[in-house]
């Protein structure tokens, strides 16, 4: 298949190219930069570089491109700035998205989250509504699906290299600081290279939302702890409470079509999946 990956160099996106090409696709990678650009054709994707909010080129470089999947992977937290983040859902998914229906495209994959379901008291499933709260998730999703076949990949927690959760991430350091605090709260984590895994399996799913999560949802006050010694970190301090969005997620839909974990749990996934 010919594939219009948006991100391609993001923490995600450079795991993703290489199965993506492996699996004999034929990919255009976006970057904002020249050296963004490089590391794309150096995974083996054909490089574009654009700014998704430069809408009269994203047209351009996607009806030139013609591609048979448009994959978002599209995020700005590099600062921290979630509002940043939101105004890249909702302008830059819809630059996309009209992009990609002008230049004919059916399919479309995007990024989403397992922590914008609204509170609950058991693990969060597709079925469950999100919180009206998260504009910028709603807002993606929903112009998603204005695309004749529409996959939403909600991930959990992303850690692994090239992440806020590796050693010499942002957690990473939160934690040495002593400021990661175990709570109650549970989360759900995924490996970067089982999210990246899962987009490339997403090619073929049926639309629909899917979450994309380890099979182990934990609080807090056991994560945090296995977190903090695998970064080299003195044992968190603990704070009992939780909010009603901390809730995790089931992957059970994503196991039915096949996506299996390589690390199908945070506990192991922290001690050997960091460096890899
Ligand atoms: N589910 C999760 O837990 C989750 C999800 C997302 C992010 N995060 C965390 O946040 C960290 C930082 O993520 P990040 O998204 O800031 O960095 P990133 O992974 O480096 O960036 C994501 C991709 O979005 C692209 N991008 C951003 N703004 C763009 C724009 N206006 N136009 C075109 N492309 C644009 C970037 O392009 P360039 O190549 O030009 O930079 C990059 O390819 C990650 O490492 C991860 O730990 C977590």
């Not at 992440?163 to 002593?178: H, I, K, L, S, V």
């Not at 759900?188 to 949802?217: C, K, Q, T």
């Amino acid at each position: 298949m010919k594939i219009f990956l948006a991100g391609a160099g993001g923490a995600i996106g450079r795991r993703l190219v290489p199965l993506l090409v492996r699996a004999g696709h034929d990919v255009i990678g976006t970057s904002r930069s020249e050296k963004g650009a490089g590391v794309v054709e150096n995974l083996g994707a054909k490089a574009v570089i654009v700014d998704v909010y430069d809408r009269e080129k994203i047209f351009a470089v996607l009806a030139d491109a013609r591609p048979d999947v448009l994959l978002h992977q599209l995020t700005d937290l590099n600062d921290f700035d979630y509002a940043a983040n939101a105004r890249l859902r909702v302008e830059g998914t819809t630059n996309l998205v009209d992009a990609a229906l002008a230049a004919g495209v059916r399919r479309g994959i995007a990024q989403s989250i397992t922590m914008a379901y609204a509170g609950g008291s058991a693990v969060a499933s597709e079925e469950d509504p999100l919180d009206p709260q998260n504009i910028g998730v709603i807002a993606l999703e929903k112009m998603l699906a204005e695309m004749p076949e529409s996959v939403i990949l909600r991930y959990g927690l992303f850690y692994g290299p090239g992440t806020w959760y590796a050693p010499d991430g942002e957690m990473a350091q939160q934690a040495r600081r002593g400021e990661l605090v175990a709570t109650d709260g549970i989360s759900s984590f995924v490996h970067i290279d089982d999210a990246a895994r899962a987009a490339l399996l997403a090619l073929n799913w049926p639309p629909g939302a899917y979450n994309i999560v380890d099979d182990e949802p934990a609080p807090g006050t056991e994560w945090v702890p296995a977190f903090a010694e695998a970064v080299g970190a003195p044992p968190p301090p603990v704070q009992p409470g939780a909010k009603p969005s901390e809730r995790g997620a089931s992957n059970r839909k994503a196991h039915q079509l096949g996506w299996e974990p390589l690390y199908p749990t945070w506990r192991t996934g922290f001690r050997v999946g960091m460096k890899v």
